[in-house]
């Protein structure tokens, strides 16, 4: 469209809009932000964790309970099931505050013409119609179209995930892919350098940023792993717990012919034996646990439930810029006519000093290199601020690539503000995108200097000469020809190059006297060339080891970026991402893949590269469908689709815009790579300390149900060996603290070296309920068993039957339950390491367990020795020979449980 025809259109003009066009305006279209997706009210947040299918089960445990004239059991279980949603809310609810505050930016503004004169506007209040000004670091609020600029230059990269400057200008042409219009600004990008001047069309969730964000919104939410996983337990543990019960239930009345009422109850009280109270309660301390430990390696996790799933990704789609590298721009290699130097030392930090080829190099005997320098510090239009606050970031005002040229000149010496203050400038021919290149006219000592720097195909063809030693002399063929050579070798390698060339104008008499007058034709012609600076967005350090990591526990990562095919393919070789083999698809070649093409591609080695935001989304949904776990990561609007559709979207927190921080389970406050990998560590870490926890209660089943085994099956002979409520002390008293403990263990050696768990594994598998039931519970049930007829032994039996009642009875039923108790404490330290020796990693490393550990003995002590916890709990006092037959119980058990893991382990590694 004509511009006018975008004046009539908005019913504004050049000076732009009237207050009261623009307060109509704002009704009629309301405020200019994004909407975020409606927050679930805080009581339904609250009732959510009190409606899980296991919250769901407790509650019908306790009213089972009671019903079965176990009063204080049923209230139990309900004050755990009500303090673990309370528990569960706090945590859930400390995150989101965490993520609020984060999200929480500092006002933007806007500079507008209301009324024909400029106006600093709250960017909320900008309206379609409105003009307003461009500058450099200024963000833009909406989508507009441009009426004049002046080297113009924006950052995309949250619209388009491509970190390269793009040019903008009032005259209409069409780029490739989307976003490309020269005469277009969008909304969530931000001026990288130039100025503009240009008309609001779109604001809010109308503009392309909006427009992606209610894409996003508009995503259901779905169960996570985790949560369909403890639907799963719930539903195997009530299936057990009622077969158990109706195989009592039938027993007590044929075997020992009780009523069918008692027998009922009888069956009742078995059902809550075998269900695990302290699943919920576990699952929650290990998900919190996990949260504080992720905070502390700067990944801030929205919701609990992603603690785990991280723990089962098997591929990570990941975004190249400022996550796999640095997003700081350097220079990495200089070429020369006398020389090819390689730069050590990277980013932007300013050291003082230059290397090249690992060596200080002094500029007084390198002319060369020192004209190379100096003329990309005096054509630059950047600043960089250093970080007053020692491990922070630069701040850049203006573009990354000319930012790494002002270090690499500061770590020579060379200062861009005296150099500008000694060499002024006088005039300039900006930067724009048909002639590559950016002028500027300085005054040397009473002579006048052009600057030049830009594409090498911009400058190789205007240059006459080549600076060579120091000397001048005439460029040839044979030199251009190496050159070129050398920008093809780098350009190979994913790198980029910028030309750099000067004119000496005072010896040249073809110029007008006036600097006002030299134009793009007359200034730039006859230059000198000087070298090229070849420069790359470096791999952050730690992403080696990150990716090392990533291979050995059989994670892929698929690199998804908006960066061009070498660029992305170099890197991804160069960190360990992909092979030289790895196929990389284009955007246009993905928007025309069969979807039986896209799935067997994503089966082996790929990089995608030039991608649009439908197109991650694709990407990402394709992988799930074919069974893969995915995290996806991102920072711009563009990547929020594929945020919110990832099983763990990853958003970064410093770089990252607000849509794509809301869309996001985990925000990386340190935008880095190795952070998503010690999250999936601490993930993995979770599910192992929830079977770790699983094996742990369930192994206290078997001896719980030992003594009514004992009873039922001698028909009555043999008394009740442990009571109700002493089957109560062991669930809801005495392993309570021990098991939270267990969610709390740290991450066992070796586990980031074995696969992601398959999505058909199950937390209760055939090897926990085996090693629960026939080998710890087993053993604990014999021992138990021993310590109730050692107590009858001592007082006549078997010459004296088995006492029913009165105080040997008691004291035979407490030395049971002291059995069992002591038998957990080994359970508990033999359940810290699926195969590793518990003195690897510290048998005293884990304080929550022997805090837990110490607490059952002293309540222990308490039911045995307090008279009115013994006439509620059926104790009695036993003596100090009990007591050291007791403590003696956990040593064998443990060092037979090292030996079977020491064989496990031989077994392993043969």
Avoid at 566 to 580: E, F, M, N, Q, R
Avoid at 613 to 620: L, M
Avoid at 752 to 771: D, E, F, S, V
Wanted: net charge neutral; glycine share 6%.
């Amino acid at each position: 469209m004509d511009i006018n025809d975008v004046y009539k259109y908005f019913d504004t003009k050049e000076t732009g809009l009237s207050s009261e066009q623009a307060a109509g305006l704002l009704k009629k279209f309301g405020p200019n932000t994004i909407q975020r997706n409606k927050k679930q009210s805080q009581v339904k947040a609250f009732l959510k964790n009190f409606t899980s299918l296991m919250a769901i089960l407790l509650w019908i445990s306790g009213f089972i309970a009671i019903f079965a004239q176990m009063v204080e059991l049923g209230i139990a279980i309900w004050a755990v099931n009500l303090i673990n949603g309370i528990f569960s809310y706090w945590q859930e609810h400390q995150a989101q505050k965490a993520t609020n505050s984060l999200l929480k930016m500092l006002p933007t503004y806007a500079q507008v013409l209301r009324d024909g004169k400029p106006k600093q506007i709250n960017s909320e209040d900008l309206v379609p119609g409105d003009v307003f000004i461009i500058q450099a670091g200024n963000s833009i609020s909406a989508d507009a179209r441009i009426i004049k600029s002046t080297s113009l230059q924006v950052d995309e990269s949250a619209l388009t995930g491509e970190s390269v400057l793009v040019s903008k200008q009032a005259e209409y042409s069409h780029g490739v892919g989307r976003f490309s219009e020269a005469n277009l600004v969008f909304a969530g990008t931000v001026a990288g350098s130039g100025t503009a001047t240009a008309v609001a069309l779109a604001t809010a969730m109308h503009s392309e940023f909006g427009k992606i964000a209610k894409l996003t919104q508009n995503q259901k939410h779905q169960a996570s792993p985790l949560e369909i996983e403890l639907n799963h337990l719930t539903r195997q543990l009530s299936v057990i717990a009622i077969l158990i019960g109706a195989i009592f239930f039938v027993s007590a009345i044929f075997f020992v012919h009780y009523p069918m009422a008692k027998s009922f109850i009888f069956a009742l009280g078995m059902i809550v034996a075998f269900i695990p109270e302290g699943l919920l309660p576990t699952v929650t301390l290990s998900l919190a646990q996990g949260v504080t430990r992720m905070a502390k390696k700067h990944a801030l996790v929205k919701d609990l439930n992603s603690v785990e799933t991280l723990g089962e990704t098997t591929v990570i789609c990941s975004d190249k810029t400022g996550t796999l590298t640095q997003n700081q721009m350097t220079i990495n290699h200089l070429w020369l006519a006398s020389h090819e130097y390689t730069v050590t030392g990277q980013g932007y930090v300013n050291n003082g000093h230059i290397q090249l080829d690992s060596k200080d190099v002094d500029l007084s005997d390198q002319p060369d290199l020192e004209m190379l320098l100096r003329v990309a510090a005096l054509n630059n239009d950047t600043k960089v601020e250093q970080p007053k606050v020692a491990g922070d970031n630069p701040k850049i005002i203006g573009t990354p690539t000319e930012a790494a040229l002002v270090i690499l000149a500061e770590k020579a010496g060379i200062n861009l503000e005296s150099e500008s203050k000694k060499f002024p400038r006088i005039g300039a021919l900006p930067f724009d995108s048909d002639r590559k290149r950016m002028s500027t006219f300085h005054d040397v000592d009473g002579k006048t200097t052009i600057c030049v720097k830009g594409s090498l195909d911009g400058i190789l063809p205007i240059s006459d000469t080549i600076l060579d030693n120091g000397k001048l002399r005439p460029l040839t063929e044979a030199d251009k020809e190496q050159i070129n050579e050398a920008d093809k070798k780098y350009a190979a390698q994913g790198l980029r190059s910028l030309a750099i060339a000067y004119r000496d104008a005072s010896a040249d008499d073809s110029l007008p006297d006036d600097t006002k007058d030299w134009t793009i034709e007359n200034a730039e012609q006859h230059l000198t060339f000087v070298g090229l600076t070849i420069m790359e967005d470096p791999p952050r350090p730690e992403i080696f080891e990150a990716v090392r990591k990533c291979h050995e526990a059989s994670i892929r990562i698929i690199m998804v970026t908006g960066d061009s095919s070498l660029t992305a393919k170099s890197i991804a070789v160069k960190i360990g991402v992909a092979s030289d083999k790895a196929r990389v698809i284009t955007g246009d070649e993905l928007a025309e893949m069969h979807i039986a093409d896209l799935k067997e591609a994503l089966k082996g080695e790929v990089i995608f590269a030039r991608v649009a935001p439908e197109q991650k989304y694709r990407i990402v949904s394709t992988l799930q469908s074919i069974g893969e776990i995915v995290a996806s990561t991102g920072d711009g609007v563009n990547d929020a689709p594929a945020l919110k559709k990832a099983d763990i979207g990853v958003a970064m927190g410093v770089t990252g815009t607000d849509v794509a921080k809301d869309a996001a389970n985990m925000i990386l406050t340190d935008d880095n790579f190795a952070s998503i990998v010690a999250a999936i560590e601490e993930g993995r870490t979770v599910y192992s300390n929830l079977q770790k926890f699983l094996l742990y209660i369930l192994n206290s089943n078997m001896p719980e149900a030992a003594p009514s085994i004992l009873f039922l099956f001698s028909r009555g002979l043999i008394p009740l060996p442990l009571t109700v409520m002493q089957i109560l002390t062991v669930d809801l008293g005495t392993d309570m603290l021990p098991a939270l403990g267990l969610g709390a263990e740290k991450s066992e050696p070796g586990i980031m070296k074995q696969p992601p768990r398959l999505r058909t594994a199950h937390l209760l598998n055939r090897g926990i309920i085996l090693k629960a039931f026939a080998w710890y519970g087993l053993v604990a049930s014999i021992i138990s068993t021993v310590g109730y007829f050692f107590v009858n032994h001592q007082h006549g039996w078997p010459n004296v039957a088995l006492a029913v009642s009165g105080s040997v009875y008691q004291e035979a039923t407490t030395m049971t339950l002291a059995a069992i108790v002591f038998c957990q404490i080994a359970a508990a330290l033999n359940c810290r390491t699926k195969n590793s020796s518990i003195f690897s990693i510290g048998i005293f490393s884990n304080r929550r367990i022997w805090g837990g550990i110490i607490f059952e003995v002293l309540l222990l002590a308490l039911l045995i020795y307090v008279p009115f916890l013994q006439g509620l709990f059926n104790t009695a006092a036993i003596g100090w020979q009990d007591w050291i037959l007791l403590v003696c119980i956990p040593i064998p058990l443990v060092l037979i449980e090292e030996i079977r893991k020491y064989f496990m382990r031989k077994k392993v590694r043969v």
